[in-house]
């Protein structure tokens, strides 16, 4: 059956490189067929973007982007705004804690983790956090095995910063193994 995903952001947060690493992982070592498209603003560091991943087990993926996402990953209050709304009734929704404070409207489950915070305190090196995305989007919605990815990040991220990537992605698999989902309150403002 059909996958679609949306990973969403700010440019400089490493959506499409998350994105990217998670088709690849679907594709090379799951056997899923596989097509992600990309969409970001004119600015290099702070504007939107976006990508589609949509994965198909059973044949080829006839239209690259996605009309009503199973999955969503939205990495900013921006981006959350924006592209909840496509969300189908029953889909899941991974938001970052530090960029993202409401939700107007769900038919879902949301899981608000506190990525960003973690890959500061734990690792200091902030150009991981795409990858403790990655992790956390795994653990949560199970599409992949984390081997899978690891092969991938293994293969695409350079050697000097292999071991931080690494650690970056087990410490998602850390925030989205057992984690509970989101409520929000009535109004919609959350803390």
């Known amino acids: 059956m059909r996958k679609e995903i949306v990973f969403a952001g700010s440019g400089g947060q490493g959506v499409i490189t998350a994105s990217i690493i998670f088709a690849e992982a679907a594709a090379l070592h799951e056997g899923y067929h596989v097509v992600q498209c990309q969409s970001y603003g004119p ?7 976006n990508s589609h991943v949509i994965l198909n087990p059973a044949m080829e993926v006839g239209y690259p982007r996605a009309t009503q996402p199973h999955f969503m990953v939205c990495l ?4 959350l705004d924006k592209f909840v709304g496509m969300l189908r009734p029953g889909g899941v929704l991974l938001v970052d804690k530090e960029s993202t404070r409401q939700i107007r409207k769900l038919d ?7 990525m960003s ?3 500061r305190e734990k690792i200091g090196l902030p150009i991981v956090f795409n990858v403790c995305v990655v992790g956390a989007f795994v ?4 599409l992949v095995r984390p081997e899978s990815v690891r092969e991938v990040i293994r293969g695409r991220v350079p050697a000097r910063f292999l071991d931080q990537n690494l650690q970056a992605f087990d410490l998602g698999l850390e925030l989205g193994t057992g984690a509970q989902p989101w409520r ?3 109004s919609g403002a959350t803390s």
């Open 139 to 142: 653990a949560l919605t199970g």
């Open 184 to 186: 929000p309150g009535l």
């Open 117 to 119: 915070t973690v890959v």
């Open 43 to 49: 600015e290099a560091r702070g504007g939107s973007s």
């Open 108 to 114: 879902g489950r949301a899981f608000n983790l506190p």
């Open 76 to 79: 900013t209050q921006e981006s």
